[in-house]
C-alpha cells in the first residue's frame, strides 16, 4: 500500500469520512447538473435513470478512492474515469472541458462544507475553509485540469461561485435530471417514500436560493420550518454515533472499489460504467 493523496490530519479527511454527506449528494449533483452543459452531457450518456444505485456507488467509490486510497488507487481510478469522459461528447460539450470539471469541483466542495456545518453546528473559519478549499481542488485536478483554471483562492472560489450562481440558466435536460435524481427508481418501491421525501427536503433546502428558483421547486416557511427541523435532529443524533458507525459507508465503498481497481488492474474488465459527470 502507498501513501495517498492526502492524511489523517487533512480537513478533507475529517469532513468527507462522514457517511452523512452522502445524504447532501442529490444538492451536488443537481447544482453540477444546473450547469446546461453538465446536464446534456448527463442526459445523453449517463445511466442514472436505470441504475442509480449503482451510479451512486461509481461515483463515491471514486471520491473514497481519492479522499482516502493509496496514491495509485486514486490515480488509477482518475485515469479510468478520464477515459469514460473522453467519450462524453456532444454538440456544445466535452465532459473532459476544464470549465465544466471547475464547476463540478466546486459544488462537491461547496456543498460538503455547507452540509457539515449544519449537521454538526459548527462554524468554520475563513482558514478552514481555504484548507479545504484547496484540498478539492484535487476533484479537478486529478481529472486532468490544469490548476491555474481553478479560483487561486477561497476568496477567489466565493467570487467565482457567487457569479455562477447568478449567471446559469439551467435547461430542460438540467430539468430532467432532477427528476430522475429526485425520484429514483429504487427496490422496495413505497417503502422508500419517507427516507426520499428526506432527501428531497435537504436537497432544496441546500440549494442556493437562485437555482432552486430556476427548478421551480416549492420554497416557503413551512418548508424551511421542516427542514431546520430535521437538520436539528439529525444534528442531535448524528455527531453522537460512533465514528466507526458514521464511517461504514466509506468502507463500503473503498471496498466495493478496490475489487474492481483489482480487476482491472489484472487485466480482466472491470465491472463498472464510469460515472459521466
Same mark, same amino acid.
Given at each position: 500500500?502507498?501513501?495517498?493523496?492526502?492524511?489523517?490530519?487533512?480537513?478533507?479527511?475529517?469532513?468527507?469520512?462522514?457517511?452523512?454527506?452522502?445524504?447532501?449528494?442529490?444538492?451536488?449533483?443537481?447544482?453540477?447538473?444546473?450547469?446546461?452543459?453538465?446536464?446534456?452531457?448527463?442526459?445523453?450518456?449517463?445511466?442514472?435513470?436505470?441504475?442509480?444505485?449503482?451510479?451512486? @456507488?461509481?461515483?463515491?467509490? /471514486?471520491?473514497?478512492?481519492?479522499?482516502?486510497?493509496?496514491?495509485?488507487?486514486? &490515480?488509477?481510478?482518475?485515469?479510468?474515469?478520464?477515459?469514460?469522459? !473522453?467519450?462524453?461528447?456532444?454538440?456544445?460539450?466535452?465532459?473532459?472541458?476544464?470549465?465544466?470539471?471547475?464547476?463540478?469541483?466546486?459544488?462537491?466542495?461547496?456543498?460538503?462544507?455547507?452540509?457539515?456545518?449544519?449537521?454538526?453546528? *459548527?462554524?468554520?473559519?475563513? !482558514?478552514?475553509?481555504?484548507?479545504?478549499?484547496?484540498?478539492?481542488? $484535487?476533484?479537478?485536478?486529478?481529472?486532468?485540469?490544469? &490548476?491555474? *483554471?481553478?479560483?487561486?483562492?477561497?476568496?477567489?472560489?466565493?467570487?467565482?461561485?457567487?457569479? =455562477?450562481?447568478?449567471?446559469?440558466?439551467?435547461?430542460?435536460?438540467? *430539468?430532467?435530471?432532477? !427528476?430522475?435524481?429526485?425520484?429514483?427508481?429504487?427496490?422496495?418501491?413505497?417503502?422508500?417514500?419517507?427516507?426520499?421525501?428526506?432527501?428531497?427536503?435537504?436537497?432544496?433546502?441546500? =440549494?442556493?436560493?437562485?437555482?432552486?428558483?430556476?427548478?421551480? /421547486?416549492? /420554497?416557503? @416557511?413551512?418548508?424551511?420550518? *421542516?427542514?431546520?427541523?430535521?437538520?436539528?435532529?439529525?444534528?442531535?443524533?448524528?455527531? +453522537?454515533?460512533? $465514528?466507526?458507525? +458514521?464511517?461504514?459507508? @466509506? &468502507?463500503?465503498?473503498?471496498?466495493?472499489?478496490?475489487?474492481?481497481?483489482?480487476?482491472?488492474?489484472?487485466?480482466?474488465?472491470?465491472?463498472?460504467?464510469?460515472?459521466?459527470?
Amino acid at each position: 500500500m502507498t501513501e495517498g493523496l492526502f492524511s489523517d490530519d487533512d480537513l478533507i479527511r475529517h469532513i468527507t469520512r462522514e457517511g452523512a454527506l452522502i445524504a447532501a449528494g442529490g444538492a451536488a449533483s443537481l447544482l453540477q447538473t444546473a450547469h446546461p452543459q453538465v446536464a446534456q452531457g448527463v442526459y445523453d450518456h449517463s445511466y442514472t435513470a436505470e441504475d442509480p444505485l449503482r451510479r451512486l @456507488r461509481n461515483t463515491m467509490g /471514486w471520491l473514497y478512492a481519492v479522499q482516502f486510497g493509496t496514491r495509485e488507487e486514486a &490515480e488509477t481510478f482518475s485515469a479510468l474515469v478520464t477515459r469514460g469522459h !473522453d467519450q462524453v461528447t456532444g454538440p456544445g460539450y466535452q465532459a473532459n472541458d476544464p470549465e465544466l470539471q471547475v464547476w463540478v469541483a466546486a459544488t462537491l466542495f461547496a456543498v460538503a462544507a455547507q452540509f457539515y456545518q449544519l449537521l454538526f453546528r *459548527r462554524t468554520f473559519t475563513e !482558514d478552514e475553509l481555504a484548507e479545504f478549499y484547496g484540498q478539492t481542488k $484535487v476533484y479537478a485536478t486529478i481529472l486532468g485540469c490544469p &490548476e491555474d *483554471r481553478l479560483p487561486a483562492t477561497y476568496r477567489d472560489f466565493r467570487v467565482y461561485y457567487a457569479g =455562477m450562481l447568478n449567471t446559469l440558466k439551467i435547461s430542460d435536460a438540467s *430539468r430532467a435530471i432532477a !427528476d430522475q435524481v429526485l425520484n429514483p427508481r429504487l427496490p422496495g418501491g413505497p417503502l422508500n417514500a419517507p427516507g426520499l421525501a428526506a432527501i428531497r427536503l435537504i436537497t432544496a433546502g441546500l =440549494m442556493p436560493a437562485p437555482i432552486r428558483e430556476q427548478y421551480g /421547486w416549492k /420554497w416557503n @416557511r413551512a418548508r424551511a420550518l *421542516r427542514f431546520r427541523l430535521l437538520m436539528g435532529a439529525l444534528s442531535v443524533v448524528y455527531p +453522537r454515533l460512533p $465514528v466507526r458507525v +458514521r464511517t461504514l459507508p @466509506r &468502507e463500503y465503498y473503498l471496498r466495493t472499489t478496490r475489487k474492481m481497481l483489482a480487476k482491472a488492474t489484472s487485466g480482466r474488465r472491470p465491472a463498472i460504467r464510469i460515472p459521466s459527470s
